[in-house]
């Protein structure tokens, strides 16, 4: 074979993976190493990984290895003993302990320095989540630390000389100076994240053991300092000798500050500068596009970055073959998510009232389901048995949504939690908006929306709309105004309505005084102009209180759209707030409309909550940089659909089939928790602390192609079988 005809190493790399019983074709051809950008994509993995497990599982397994590193201190102790001192055989089992760290997959702080800082890097974690790692590592290898020290100093473990050994290496660190020390544990540092990095280069684990334990002997054979060691030390000084708290050349209070921080401290920079960034910018532009879709950024934004709390999701693998399928389509996409098949037809059909404005209209269903905390999405059929049922069950949903002449698209999502997944769905999916329903009956009503740090950063990914339904009627619209993108947005539902269920609209505006009655009277009609609702009602109240304007309005009424204020919409649905109060006080149906903005941190900290009534200002938002989409069409479709004229809660769909459904997806559900029940389902998104985020791996995503293709067909057969008919 000529040079030419070589194969080159990609080609021969695919031929090695695509072999079935994986023997290369060529045994030179088999790469003994990994490039930096394939280390630096298995390394953010596992921090994805590790970023996105719960305060429970982060400080438990920083607890084991704060006990693994008591081994170290012990066997350090004992063998310097045993040796009399010996330079290299006391030291030989100085590792052990690292060596149960790296096997048992613990978390030790000091490797912490390479995975989640990587993440952090790309912007796929944010720095308060680093921060927030970082300190419940921290804090279970300090507790595991300061317990085992307790069980060398009372349990009688060291004894003869291997006291005495173990008090000498205790104070070493005490005579050292906090310069000398820093830079002592910034080495010992740069081993430790060094250890990281070539063990997920290793290509096999008899190599990554030794680099390992060669890694780790250069510390006690350099006369290094790790913080978790010393903190060990400090307190088995404490414990064995009840050295004071302070006011000493050797006590509590030195050895914490003196010692245990600057440790710390050079442990943190040796790893994240003299590994963690030299490694990144050593490697190339591309080094996550393998693992990303194309054309697709998921970096947090910089806000996101500074002062939020996600971590970005796991990003391998964001997608799958059918999401992907969701990005190309064109069109203006709304998606629904639901909780109930059985009752949330309403919402479908407002959805797909709202879409078929639109010449390209589409509405994507997903049905959320919650699974319990303890049932494993990740492994068994659990996601797909549930996603077969849910399928199944939103049928008539279909069928509803395809009487307004839009396409169909119908997903199922099986997770741990529930108003989150919406989120990440719309994040995953980009529709133009969501319509979702709020109410007693919605697994997320009891949701906490975003936490205050959450909503001063985050941004939504697309229009949202949010329902609360009281036997959804459209037929008399009300919409409270003083200008701002969001009235923007409910202007243009209003618009929908009005022209495909002639809706009958009117438009409100509060002032503070009988002397402003004229300006508001100018701004309405100005403000109907701008949004083609000539044809509205107009009514300006002069009482000054918006809430109980919106009350004696929305008497008559069957639907307030009421856009969000100042505060913004999400972190409202869950304090007390304007909208709530509106939702409770009023009969109607109350839909709820945010458009994404670019509010400043001024704006999201120091807002009223109110929009003004100065009919120049209304929300201080540049309408340029809202991201929203029109939800009318360019053109009106000509005339009433069929269908138009009929009421939009024409009968909710049959529930027969989606209730057995429902108690069928119950029923895998409560098998595979070992039979939790529904109201523990429904509760579940409470019981773990706030800050969790649940793995990727424990969310079941399911899209129904199939079903919707055969429920499509079956329409079109239907509507030639009329046209045959006539």
């Known amino acids: 074979m000529t040079d030419s005809e070589q194969p080159d190493d990609d080609s021969m790399r695919e031929v090695v993976e695509r072999s079935r019983s994986g023997a290369p074709a060529v045994g030179e051809a ?47 102790a004992s063998l310097t003993a045993a040796t009399d001192s010996h330079p290299v055989l006391s030291v030989l089992l100085y590792p052990l302990g690292f060596i149960y760290i790296i096997i048992g997959g613990y978390q030790l702080y000091t490797e912490n320095t390479l995975p989640p800082v990587a993440l952090t890097l790309e912007r796929l974690a944010s720095l308060p989540t680093l921060l927030r790692h970082w300190t419940i590592v921290l804090a279970g290898n300090f507790v595991g630390g300061g317990i085992g020290a307790l069980v060398l100093s009372y349990g009688g473990v060291f004894t003869g000389d291997t006291v005495d050994a173990a008090r000498y290496i205790s104070e070493g660190g005490f005579g050292v100076g906090t310069v000398p020390l820093f830079f002592k544990a910034a080495m010992a540092g740069l081993v430790v994240a060094g ?52 006011g000493a050349e050797i006590s509590l209070y030195s050895g914490m500050v003196g010692f245990v921080v600057p440790v710390l401290l050079g442990n943190t920079i040796g790893g994240v500068v003299l590994v963690t960034l030299v490694n990144y910018f050593q490697t190339s532009e591309e080094r996550l596009e393998e693992a990303r879709f194309e054309g697709v950024s998921r970096r947090l934004t910089v806000p996101e970055w500074v002062f939020g ?90 069928s509803t949504a395809a009487e307004y002449d839009v396409d169909v698209s119908t997903s199922t999502v099986v997770s741990h939690r529930s108003f989150e997944e919406v989120f990440n769905m719309a994040r995953r999916t980009r529709p133009d908006a969501v319509l979702m329903g709020w109410g007693d009956d919605q697994l997320w009503s009891a949701a906490r929306a975003e ?60 002032v503070d005084g009988p ?27 002069d009482g000054g209180d918006v809430e109980a304007g919106i009350c004696d309005a929305a008497a008559d009424k069957t639907l307030v759209i009421i856009g969000a204020t100042e505060k913004g919409l999400l972190s409202r649905l869950v304090s007390d707030s304007l909208h709530l109060d509106v939702i409770h006080d009023v009969d109607a149906s109350v839909l709820l409309t945010e458009r994404p903005s670019s509010r400043s941190l001024r704006e999201r900290l120091f807002g009223s909550g109110r929009r003004a009534t100065d009919v120049s200002g209304g929300v201080e938002r540049d309408p340029e940089r809202s991201e929203g989409t029109d939800v009318r ?29 429902d108690a069928a997806v119950d029923e895998v559900t409560e098998d595979d928790a070992d039979g939790a029940d529904a109201d523990e389902t429904a509760e579940s998104a409470d019981d773990g602390p706030e800050d969790e985020q649940p793995h990727l791996d424990e969310t079941f995503i399911a899209d129904h192609d199939e079903a919707d293709e055969e429920a499509a067909d079956e329409a079109d057969d239907d509507a030639d079988r009329g046209d045959d008919a006539r």
């Open 195 to 246: 250890v990281v990095w070539v063990g997920f280069a290793s290509t096999d684990s008899v190599s990554r053991m030794l680099v390992v334990y060669l890694a780790f002997l250069a510390i006690p054979l350099g006369d290094l300092f790790h913080v978790v060691v010393s903190f060990t030390e400090v307190l088995y000084l404490f414990f064995e000798y009840s050295i004071p708290l302070y």
């Open 30 to 76: 088999v790469r003994d190493r990994f490039s930096s950008d394939e280390v630096f994509q298995r390394i953010i993995a596992a921090a994805d990984e590790e970023v996105t497990s719960g305060s429970r599982e982060l400080f438990f397994s920083g607890l084991a290895a704060g006990l693994a590193i008591t081994i170290t201190f012990m066997l350090y």
């Open 451 to 510: 936490r205050p740090i959450d909503e001063l950063t985050n941004q939504l990914p697309c229009d949202f709309l949010i329902l609360n339904e009281h036997e959804l009627d459209t037929s008399r619209v009300l919409i409270p105004t003083s200008g701002g993108p969001d009235s923007d947005l409910s202007a243009e539902v209003a618009k929908v309505l009005a022209d495909t269920a002639d809706a009958d609209v009117t438009l409100l505006h509060v």
């Open 309 to 398: 709390r996600a971590a970005g999701r796991s990003y391998v693998p964001i997608l799958d073959a059918t999401e992907a399928t969701l990005f190309a389509g064109e069109g203006y996409r709304i998606m629904v998510p639901i909780t109930n098949p059985r009752t949330d037809g309403p919402i479908v059909r407002l959805a797909a009232r709202l879409a078929s404005s639109h010449e390209d209209g589409v509405v994507h269903i997903v049905h959320v389901v919650q699974a319990p905390e303890r049932m494993s999405l990740s492994s068994g059929d659990a996601g797909q048995r549930i996603a077969n049922v849910s399928a199944q069950g939103m049928a008539d949903l279909r």
């Open 633 to 661: 069409s360019a053109e009106t479709r000509d005339g009433d659909r069929d269908g138009a004229g009929r009421d939009p809660d024409d009968g909710s769909p049959d529930g027969g089939s989606d209730a057995a459904a």
């Open 515 to 541: 002397e402003n009655r004229g300006q508001g009277e100018l701004f309405l009609a100005n403000w109907a102009e701008e949004h083609g609702l000539e044809n509205a009602e107009l009514v300006v109240d």
